[in-house]
């Protein structure tokens, strides 16, 4: 029964969306397979995107949308709920983006930057205006 209640407890915070502070996020980060030299650079990118909120979602003055704490758009990288048409680079729904769970996010992003744009700064709008060479102090005083 303890499992069971274990299990639920980790399915409703999985489906569920969360706002994260910059160490929280960190840590998480750290988990799900992000170097400790880089997540800096991807805490940052996650509050100029979405002010760190999972559950963010932004229309684009094209059309296409961003989703989750990265924001990442569905005409390019995942696949919109509405059939609008996309290339969904990273094969997965839009709405895999937009909870607590940032494994997906963190391997499409992943997978974006080593096929497509080398850096944070192609990728991200929000990095490039508020982040790219400011980062190296922005977790100071987080143990991550």
């Known amino acids: 029964m303890k499992t ?3 299990f639920l407890v980790a399915i ?12 929280s996020l960190a ?6 397979g992000v170097s400790r030299g880089e997540v800096h650079h991807w805490v940052c990118m996650a ?13 684009n003055t094209d059309g296409s949308a ?10 390019w990288n995942c696949k919109p709920s ?13 709405s895999d983006f937009e909870n607590s769970n940032l494994r ?13 744009h ?4 192609g990728f991200s709008y929000g990095y490039r205006a508020r982040c790219k060479g400011t980062t190296a102090s922005y977790l100071s005083g987080c143990s991550y």
Request: charged share 20%; with cysteine; glycine share 8%.
């Open 27 to 32: 840590q998480e980060l750290v988990r799900d």
């Open 47 to 59: 509050q100029a995107e979405s002010g760190m909120s999972t559950t963010a979602s932004n229309v």
């Open 82 to 94: 509405n059939g609008r048409a996309s290339k969904n680079g990273c094969g997965h729904p839009c």
């Open 4 to 6: 069971l209640c274990v």
């Open 12 to 23: 409703i915070t999985i489906a569920n969306g969360k706002t994260f502070t910059k160490c």
């Open 118 to 121: 080398h850096d944070f700064s």
């Open 66 to 75: 961003d989703h989750g704490i990265f924001q990442i758009n569905d005409y």
């Open 104 to 116: 997906d996010d963190v391997a499409c992003i992943k997978q974006n930057l080593i096929w497509h």
